[in-house]
């Protein structure tokens, strides 16, 4: 594996954990030619979006956009699955010569009347912002007909990254809650779950935590979320912000506009689930009742769980683990969480890290850890394979890098099926992690192969 050579103008975003300065830079354009792991803008807003259930999600531009995140996320309802129809306006090159608002129009009119959707979004793809339609303008006039909040999403997939992409949906999302002209009331020890897509049923899993510490859940933004849920949100007393790279936003901006703070929490592992249900009934503290039953609910999950994470702990102690991951927050509770499980991270890095994660990174790991900004395959595969990794922890693009090299695969991403959050989660966890790790098919890639006087092939 010596023939992978780094390119130049990336090695600022690549660091071995050490005695050299650290100074990652990120939060910059991908390099053109290094073909970046990252989605793009629209992609970044589908994402965050996509789980509300009963609003119509129709992509205006050509149908490439709208195939690419069919049914991106495992998203799961329990009522409509409006959600996971992808709808396009299809543009084609007639409509980018004469412009494509009456298509949409057309399509919103025909779609709404079809589906009766609780709101509409419309997200602007790459071309829309070169025609120049103005998409603000037909969203008015078909909001006015139909009387459902129909929005749109500035999503213009060239225009900067995912993250941008994170921060439109914001601004959507902020949209349909203003939409909300009934009185502020504050409902007491109430929040919003921030940053939750309910993948294989997590947001259920967490909800069901709050309910037994006597916790009100407001909404949920946004898995298994409805459009009437999230116009709610205004009404909490706590925005308890998840993967807050992705929402990060909308809890600013409802601190500013309606005084709601907001705390960021994991419910990765479980020293950071425990740590979110305890930092959530501490700040109710005026009702005492809430930490006492955290405090026991807590205890109860900890003692069924422990003896099972021990018996696979036996097999992974000492193993070593690469992580690559969109935000970088989920990569803090994705080291403790393989702490937990006596495995050590060589590899760690993230698409959308900030200079501050990437410190917190750099303290969590031990000497020789690679850390990398808006890595690609090559990268991937270089470090992943000189470092010894057992297993990979990405997401859909990292699967197939991981077994090309013949690495065990942990999908973490949001196209999985399997809940990971909470003290449940961690044992799902454990169990993906054991089963690919000691998987007796590793033994038989070229790489675990050497025979005397040959080097391993890949
Ligand atoms: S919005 Fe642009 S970059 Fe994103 S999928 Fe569509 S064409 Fe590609």
Redesign the pocket.
């Given at each position: 594996m010596t023939s992978i050579s780094v390119l130049k103008q990336r090695e600022n975003q690549i660091y071995q954990k050490g005695n050299q300065p650290f100074k990652m830079e990120c939060e910059t354009k991908s390099l053109a030619g290094a073909v970046s792991q990252r989605?793009?803008?629209?992609?970044g807003s589908r994402v965050v979006l996509y789980p509300i259930a009963d609003a119509l999600h129709l992509i205006h531009?050509?149908i490439?956009?709208a195939s690419?995140?069919w049914d991106i996320r495992g998203a799961q309802s329990s009522g409509p699955e409006l959600h996971r129809m992808s709808f396009s306006t299809d543009l084609s090159e007639t409509d980018i010569i004469y412009g494509g608002e009456k298509k949409l129009k057309k399509a919103l009119l025909e779609l709404i009347e079809k589906y009766s959707p609780k709101a509409a979004f419309i997200y602007c793809?790459?071309?829309v912002g070169i025609i120049g339609d103005d998409v603000d303008a037909i969203c008015r006039q078909v909001e006015d007909q139909t009387g459902i909040p129909v929005i749109a999403v500035h999503?213009?997939?060239?225009k900067g990254t995912k993250k941008d992409g994170y921060k439109a949906a914001c601004d959507a999302l902020f949209s349909l809650i203003e939409r909300n002209k009934a009185p502020r009331v504050t409902l007491p020890d109430s929040i919003n779950i921030l940053g939750e897509f309910n993948i294989g049923g997590e947001t259920w899993i967490i909800k069901k935590y709050y309910e037994s510490m006597g916790v009100k859940v407001v909404s949920v933004i946004t898995g298994d979320g409805r459009v009437e849920e999230v116009q709610q949100a205004r009404n909490a007393a706590l925005n308890v912000v998840q993967c807050s790279g992705s929402v990060i936003h909308l809890a600013k901006q409802m601190e500013k506009d309606y005084g709601i703070p907001y705390i960021r929490v994991s419910y990765f592992g479980i020293e950071d689930t425990s740590d979110a249900l305890y930092q959530v009934a501490v700040f109710f503290d005026k009702n005492p009742e809430i930490l006492k039953k955290t405090q026991d609910m807590i205890r109860k999950e900890v003692q069924a769980i422990v003896p099972r994470l021990e018996t696979m702990k036996k097999d992974l102690e000492g193993k070593k683990a690469a992580i690559y991951v969109g935000g970088a927050f989920k990569a803090f509770s994705m080291i403790k969480a393989l702490k937990t499980l006596g495995m050590e991270v060589v590899l760690a890095g993230s698409q959308t890290g900030t200079q501050e994660d990437y410190e917190v990174l750099r303290q969590m790991c031990n000497e020789g850890t690679v850390i990398l900004d808006d890595s690609n395959p090559l990268e991937l595969a270089k470090y992943s394979v000189e470092k010894d990794a057992d297993l990979f922890i990405g997401g859909v693009k990292e699967r197939p890098i991981a077994y090309k090299m013949g690495i065990g695969f942990c999908d973490h991403n949001h196209e999985r099926k399997i809940p990971l959050v909470g003290f449940e989660g961690m044992v799902n966890f454990a169990k993906e992690v054991h089963g690919t790790v000691t998987s007796p098919v590793w033994d038989l890639v070229p790489r675990r192969q050497k025979p005397a006087g040959k080097e391993g092939a890949i």
């Open positions: 989605a793009c803008v629209f992609c531009g050509p490439g956009c690419y995140t793809t790459c071309i999503s213009e997939g060239f």
